[in-house]
Each structure stands twice: as C-alpha cells, then as structure tokens.
C-alpha cells in the first residue's frame, strides 16, 4: 500500500569454501554487524536474511545459504543450491590449500545450479582474513583478475570479516549483477501467466523429487 | 609357604654373613616393610589382617622377582632389594590411599621416623651393637602395631561405611519404585539402584531400570553422578574393544600424515564449540587429542564436524578425562545412534532426518501442515521479483525448497542437541539417550519444535520462519523460553503417548527408522505409512496472505473411529493430570502444556485423532452457540488447565450453558478478559461460518482499554483487524475451537502476552 510501484526481490545466494576459511563471520559481519572469534562450526547449513534498500523503488532481501565446507555433507547441502542466483566462494588468505579447494567449489557450483538461462549465476571470490595478509601466499595481487576470468567469477574482493573490510562492496557488486541478470532473464517471457499456474500445479509433485 | 621359607632361609644365610645382629635387622626391615605392604591392603581387601612377619615375608618374597631368589643373589643384594623395595613401596602406598591420608597422619608420622631408620640402615646398622638393635627392633614392632591398630580401625569405619551405603541405596531404592510404580513403568518391583554398575548380567537391567526413572524424577540424575553412569554404561556399551591396548594406540604421540590432514581440520574446530569455557591451550589441547583419537579409532567415519561439540560437550561431564571422554564419544556415535549417523554419506542422519518429518505430521499435525504450505509457496517464490504494480505471476515453477525443518533438525541431530538445548536440558537428553535409546533424539527434536509450535505457526514466508526460527533457538538456548526441567517435561511427555492406547497407532520409531533410511523422500512426497496415517489438519490462512481454507477431509472411518475417543482420551488425561502434580513448579508447567499443545489439545500426541473428533462433534456446536449465553469468568493464578478439559463440576447446577475462562498464565488483567468475551459471540458466530479456526488479529488497545470491538472480518481470510493508529502494537491471537465431551472450549493464544486463554462452555 505504501509504496506505489515499489519493487520487492528476493534472492537465494550461497556462501561456499572450505572449512574455516570464515564463511560464517563474513555472513555474521554482513546481517549483524559484529564479528566474534568464537563462532560454532556451521553443522549442515544455515540461514540468513539481510535487507537491502537497493534504491528508492527497490527493496532486495536477500536469503543468505552459509553452506558447511567439510565435503561429507556435500550430500545433504547439495538441495540448498538449488535456485540460487549467486554466491560467494570463499577462501583464507593464510591456507594456500583453501585457495586450490577454490576451483572445486566453482565447478561444484556450476555442476549443481544454473540460471534459468543455462548460464552459470553469478560467483564472487572473497579472499578473506586479509587482515591477516602478511602471512598470507597472495604474492601478486594482480594474477587474481586473470584467474577470476580464467575461472568464471563475476569478481573478487579482499576481505575480512573481522575489520570489516570489503564485505559490504562485494555484496553490491553481486546483487548489481543479479538485477542485471534478472533484467534479462525476465524480459523475454512476458505472457503465459495463465498457462504457468496450470503448470506449476501440474509440476508440483515432480520438483521434489532430486531430495 | 615354600617362598617364605625360602625367603627366611635367604635371610638368615645373609645374616650369618654379616653379624647376627645384621640378621635381626634383616628381618625388621622385612617386617618394617610388611607393615608398609599392609597399608596397601585396605584398597583391596575387605578383612582386616595382623601384621605377621611370616604373611610378610611372604609377600615379601611374592613381590619380589622370583628369579632373584633363585639365581645365587648373595644375601647383600637381597637385601638391598628388599630395601629399595620398601623405600620405593612408600610413596605408592600413600599414593595409592589418598583417602587415608588424612586419617593415618599420625601413621605416616610413624613411617617417616622408620625411614629414617632405615635409611641409615646397612652400613649403620652393621655397626650398631645389639643393645641399640635390640632399641630399633623394639621401636619398629611399636610403630607397626600402631599401625595395624589404626589399619583396623579405619577398615571398621570402612565397613560401617559401606553399609550405611547400602542402607542408602536400599532407601533410594523404595523412593524409585514407588516413583515407578506410580508412573507404570514397566518392571518397577524389581529395579534395584546401586551407584556403580553391578557384574551380574541380570543385576544390569535393575540397574538400568532404576537409573531410568531416576533420570526422569523432575530434577533428573544429580549432576555429580553423571560422569559415574555415563562411564559406566560406556564402558559396559563398549565391552567388546580391548581399551588397556586400545587406549595406548589411540592417544599415542606418533602421527601418520593422516593424522596430520585430519589434524588440520580438527584445529580449525577447536575454537568453534560454541561451548563457554573452552578457550585455554590445555582445554583445547585435550580436546584435540580426543578427536584424533576417535579418527584413529573409527577410521571409516574420521572426523565429521560436529564432533567437536559432542567432545566438548562430553568433556565437560567427565571433567576433561580423555580416556572416558573417547570412550563416551565411542559409545553415543558407534553404539547408540544408527550406523553411518556421521559417516560419509550420512545417509542413517538423512533417514531420522525423514523419520522426523513423519513424527511431526503425527505429533504437530498442524504446524507440519503448516511448514509444508510455506515450503510449497517458498518453491514458487524464491527468485520471484514482485512489486505492487507487477503482481507475482512471473514466478520460477521448477522452484525447490527443501522441507523446512531440514536445515535445523540436521544441526540437531548431529551434534545431538548440545548446540540447540541448554547445557542442563542437554545432559538430560543424553540420560536418556544412554538410558534409553536414540529413539529420545527424535522425540526431543519434536519437543523443540512443540515449545515453538505457537510461535511457528505465525510465521507467513519460509524466509519468516527460518528468521523465527534462529531467534527461536537461541532463546531456547539461554533457557530463556522454559526451563530444563519443563523442557524433559516435554520431551517425556512426548514419549509417554506412545504408550496410550489410541486408534491411530503412534508411530514406531525403529519401523520408521528402518522404512527411511534405504527410502527417503522430501517432505510431502512420503507414502503413508500404515502405521501412521495422518489427515492433515487444515491450517489457519494467515491473514498476509490470501490463503485459502481446506476443505475438512474426514472421512466415514475416521468418524466412526472418533466416536469411541473420548473414553480413551480420558485415559490419557489422568496421566497428564498426573504430570501437573508432579512436577515442581504448578504454574511453570501450565505454560510448559500451553506451549506445548498449544494449550488446546492438552497432549500433543493426542491432536491427531482429536482433530478428527472434534470436526465430527462440530455440528452440535451451533445449537449451544445459539442459546442465550451467561458468561462467567473464572480468573486462577495458577489455573489448572486440566480441569478445563475434565467435566465441570458445577456443570449440572448450572441450567444455562456458561463459558468459563482460564488464563494460563500470571499476571492477569481480569477485565480484558471479559471484554475479549464480549467479542466472543461474534468470533464463534464467524467459527461457525468456517467450521474452521482462524487467526485473529487485535490491536493492542483493544486488549488494554476493553473497548467492546466486534471487529470487522477482512475478506476472505476470515480475520478479525482492528484498525489502529499504532500498527506495531498489533497482536495476533490465535484462536481455535475444540469440542471434547460435549464441551465446547475456545482457545485464544496471544503470543506476544505469553498467555492462553481457554473459555469452555458446557450444556
């Protein structure tokens, strides 16, 4: 009622890599604005809601997946992929070994969920604990553009979640790219409304099934 | 007797190489150190024994090597080795009594005096003359005799002890089977309580059996038996696994490069417990080693996170005593959940995971009706752009979400509660999952969601409820929603309706557990099982969205099956009015029910076949509705809920049908109340319309100045609003209507007031 012609979205984003790389704080420092050493070990998933104010016209909620980074539950996360339109792959600055696990993650994540398009949706790199980067392995800043495009990311950002570094400018740069990919994946099917929900009634019992 | 002898016949050979007054020492020292051997002795024996110098010698000889005595030691070296031997033996006796150290002071002061003399012993003594011999001898049978007496005395009180132990046990005992008898569990007259787990096999399920109802008196089993029982049971669990050999293996210093990669991973979850207090390098430090030592002990599963809380969470019982802590950690994951729970596909976790689901359609009809509509809405909005110009139509069908309690009873489940519950609720728990069986994790997991049901069921998107959720928990956590005590309640009360004879079989968690765990299917999708066919309950649309009513699905058997209920149910009803007597805190529990059972079924398991009644006996509803109403309001401070569901007793006194109210909770402005009544007739009239519940929304003031409002029914969603200048102030209520025995009650829940009302009305 409130606002005429106000536009609400909602939009799925996972935040994958592997365990301890600070997936968690980052979600933490992001919805709440605080950050603390001592978190729990994400067990399975977990869930957040952060609610941007995009623009005048635009509210943009987004549902954040904090997915579990230890492999054994890939299994059971695997379902909450599904219909995301973006995600943050993470990795710490101080373990050259969670920056390899990097490229699993991304084919990982093209392998499971795919824009309606076909496309892969949209994956931001955060190297975080930058805060931490005098004994980190990132000699050369520079080689990370080139490997983003070499591996398919939309961009990446140092980060860090304890000082409240760079978290807040790669969010943006993912939902900026999601409107973008929304804007084009919306556009070309404007009708069919009546024949949609006939569909989804049609459909309903099928979607289940990949549990 | 032939080492004794031989042992005398050493010694005085030794003493004739030496002088005879060697020889006499000789032989004090062995006497010296019998008396030292027999302060040993009330650790291990019962009677208590003189110290004689041939017993002695006997041990002596025992103790030492018997290869000694028959090489040709000379005599000097026997008797060196006799003694360091005595010398050695010292400390470790004291060491070895530390409960009687305080009493033998005077002993031990003895002791230091017969060192002495002893360690100036062999050269010293060889040039003593026999007068001074004959002095030290003299001393040291004094000192032993004070010894032995004090020995003897101190076994008395032992044994006088040990049956005023026995005594206790004997008293605990009575206690537990007259608690069990009153409760019918099954085998009350033959539990017998001891503190430490009996030998004999069929003293072990007396055993068992009375730590079990200890473990569900109100305050359960006193913290500082804990670590015995679960030790215990532990190690009893385990029986099969040589732990001597294993142990040494398990924690041993020396690290494989596997050990190394896991090593890594454990580190990483040291510092991620979520437990307070666990923070110094030492603490984490065993915690590591307790962790590895599980990967090496089970390889097949390694490390699975979570298993950092659950041996933090151990450790913390145990008082950080690694051995017990990996056995404990051995005995939950390996001997008391399912097989393959944390192992690498998980799929026994994935299959309770399901059994839930089921449990939930049984135990909270509603509110699993209720996740699963927002779970099918949330499949179709998710990536869905809507705005008030565009109305949400361009929405993705292929949209999945999986079922709603996934992604917490996942966290549940794996680290057993110890991240969701409070640390006192928890330890509970896991009584009862020892005592027990892993059945209790999936009735907690329901209690959980029972407690939150009220606050679940306002939730309107999936997104809501998983916010609703996470705050939810947290405020379960801090014990902040009930205490631990209420919670068991809860939880044993959830387990106790299995036992109730009820025409829709309560479902049985090893059927379902097994159906599962090779067949899982998302939530929605499930077969019916045979055991536990469920109607769902039509929900309360909410009043955000335009939700609409679904049709009452009854169908002719289930009616028939409904009109044998009540008696059944009254059944059950004695036992729940038993729970109210019992527990500590009247009022306390009252709210505990409220929340549980949502106040309007009173037991939870009972909902399911009640619905079904209760839809049925609906039709003689509106002849009582109609009727011109007296209204009367009955205002407890601690209202006994059962009572609203007995007959009334002023019922046949009373010509005119009546609503009574009862508020569940303290404190009470009693005339709202009334006001609330006197939109009543409207509400029932609206009920009556549906012949269904709804959801109401009332504004603050409403409550507050008891203004007469009727409300205004909004659309389709059969709501009741008000408008008000201050809209954050909107309480929802929630109201439902319940037949039982001819009795009509209504509910009002008001969340955010922590209170439920229930107006009952009879004819």
């Known amino acids: 009622m409130a606002a005429q012609g106000k536009k609400e979205h909602l939009y799925k984003i996972l935040v994958i890599g592997d365990l301890g790389t600070g997936k968690t704080s980052i979600i933490k420092r992001y919805v709440h604005q605080f950050f603390s050493p001592h978190y729990r070990a994400t067990i399975g998933v977990d869930f957040a809601l952060k609610v941007l104010n995009w623009d005048n016209s635009t509210t943009i909620r987004l549902q954040l997946w904090d997915i579990a980074g230890q492999e054994r539950f890939g299994n059971m996360t695997r379902v909450y992929y599904k219909e995301a339109v973006g995600a943050f792959v993470v990795f710490d600055v101080t373990r050259l070994s969670t920056f390899e696990a990097v490229q699993m993650w991304k084919a990982d994540l093209d392998n499971k969920v795919l824009l309606p398009n076909g496309k892969a949706i949209p994956a931001v790199l955060l190297a975080n604990k930058c805060d931490l980067a005098s004994e980190g392995f990132l000699g050369n800043i520079n080689q990370l553009d080139d490997y983003c495009r070499e591996k398919g990311f939309h961009a990446w950002f140092e980060t860090s979640a304890k000082e409240n570094i760079g978290i807040e400018e790669a969010a943006r740069s993912l939902v900026a790219k999601i409107l973008e990919n929304d804007e084009t994946i919306d556009h070309p099917q404007p009708d069919g409304d009546g024949i949609r929900v006939g569909e989804e009634d049609g459909r309903a019992p099928k979607k289940t099934k990949c549990c | ?763």
């Not at chain 2, 619905?611 to 209202?639: E, F, N, V």
């Not at chain 2, 929802?732 to 209507?737: D, L, N, S, V």
């Open chain 2, 1 to 763: 007797m032939a080492d004794k002898k031989t042992s005398q016949a050493k010694l005085s050979s030794c003493g004739s190489s030496m002088s005879d007054s060697g020889a006499s020492a000789a032989s004090e020292e062995g006497e010296e150190g019998g008396g030292r051997e027999n302060e040993k002795d009330p650790d291990k024996e019962t009677a208590a024994r003189c110290p004689k110098l041939d017993l002695v010698l006997r041990k002596k000889s025992g103790g030492l090597s018997v290869s000694s005595l028959d090489s040709s030691a000379s005599a000097e070296s026997l008797l060196e080795e006799l003694l360091c031997d005595i010398r050695r033996s010292r400390p470790a006796s004291l060491a070895s009594t530390p409960t009687f150290l305080s009493c033998s002071e005077r002993g031990s002061d003895c002791e230091t005096d017969c060192v002495r003399d002893c360690g100036r012993s062999e050269a010293e003594l060889k040039g003593m003359g026999i007068g001074q011999l004959r002095t030290v001898l003299e001393n040291l049978e004094h000192e032993t005799d004070t010894v032995s007496r004090l020995l003897v005395r101190l076994l008395h009180v032992r044994d006088k002890r040990a049956g005023r132990l026995v005594a206790q046990y004997g008293k605990l005992t009575l206690v537990l089977r007259h608690f069990a008898r009153r409760n019918s569990f099954p085998g009350h007259k033959e539990l017998q309580f001891t503190l430490h787990r009996p030998e004999s096999p069929d003293q072990h399920s007396q055993w068992l059996a009375a730590w079990t109802v200890l473990s569900q008196l109100p305050r359960g089993i006193p913290k500082h038996w804990r670590k015995t029982l679960w030790s215990s049971l532990a190690e009893y669990g385990t029986r099969g696994v040589n732990w001597t050999v294993q142990l040494q293996n398990l924690f041993s210093e020396f690290s494989t490069p596997e050990d190394e990669k896991l090593g890594t991973q454990i580190v990483k979850d040291l510092h991620r417990t979520g437990t307070t207090g666990f923070s110094s390098e030492e603490e984490h430090g065993v915690l590591k080693r307790v962790l590895l030592a599980y990967a090496r002990y089970n390889k097949k599963t390694g490390y699975c996170q979570g298993f950092n809380i659950l041996a933090a969470f151990i450790l913390k019982v145990v008082e950080f005593d690694e051995a017990m802590a990996l056995m404990i950690l051995v005995y939950v994951v390996d001997h008391t959940l399912p097989e393959n729970y944390f192992s690498h596909t998980l799929y026994a976790l994935s299959g309770d995971m399901a059994v839930f689901r089921h449990l939930l359609k049984f135990y909270l009809p509603e509110l699993a009706l209720h996740m699963e509509t927002l779970q099918k809405e949330a499949s179709g909005t998710i990536r869905k752009s809507y705005s008030s110009e565009n109305p949400p139509d361009r929405q993705s069908v292929h949209a999945y979400e999986p079922p709603l309690a996934d992604v917490f009873s996942m966290q549940w489940f794996l680290t057993i509660f110890a991240s969701v519950l409070p640390r006192k609720a928890c330890r509970r728990v896991w009584d009862a999952i020892f005592l027990e069986g892993s059945e209790y994790v999936l009735y907690t997991a329901v209690a959980i969601l029972a407690v939150m049901e009220r606050d679940l069921l306002l939730t309107s998107t999936a997104a809501d409820f998983y916010m609703a959720m996470s705050k939810l928990s947290e405020q379960l956590r801090k014990a902040h929603i009930m205490s631990s005590a209420e919670f068991l309640q809860v939880v044993y009360a959830i387990k106790r309706t299995t036992s109730f004879d009820s025409d829709e079989p309560v479902p049985v968690v090893s059927d379902l557990r097994e159906k599962f765990t090779y067949n899982i299917y998302p939530c929605g999708l499930q077969p019916e099982l045979g055991g536990a066919r469920k109607e769902p309950r039509p929900m309360a649309p909410l009043p955000s969205r335009g939700g609409s009513f679904t049709a009452e699905s009854s169908c002719d058997e289930s009616r028939k099956r409904s009109m044998k209920l009540p008696e059944r149910r009254k059944n059950g009803h004695d036992k729940k009015m038993w729970d109210v007597r019992e527990t500590p805190s009247k009022a306390s529990l009252q709210k505990t029910l409220c929340v549980g059972g949502e106040g309007d079924d009173y037991s939870t398991a009972m909902s399911g076949p009640l619905h079904q009644q209760l839809r049925h006996l609906g039709k003689h509803y509106s002849s009582i509705a109609q009727q011109p109403t007296h209204i009367h309001c009955d205002m407890h401070l601690t209202p006994p809920i059962a009572r609203a569901f007995c007959p009334q007793q002023q019922k046949d006194r009373s010509p005119v049908p009546y609503y009574t109210a009862y508020a569940a909770d303290v404190p009470l402005k009693v005339i709202q109340q009334s006001r609330v009544l006197s939109g009543f007739d409207q509400m029932v009239k609206l009920h009556e319309q549906r012949k269904e519940q709804f959801m109401i929304s009332f504004t603050e003031p409403y409550l507050q100045t008891g203004e007469t409002g009727e409300g205004g029914g909004s659309g389709t969603n059969a709501a009741l609003t008000r408008s008000c200048s201050n809209q954050s102030n909107v309480h929802k209520i929630i109201f439902r209507f319940h037949v039982f025995q001819h009795e009509f009650y209504l509910i009002f829940t008001l969340p955010l007031h922590r209170r439920c009302l229930i107006f009952s009305c009879s004819k």
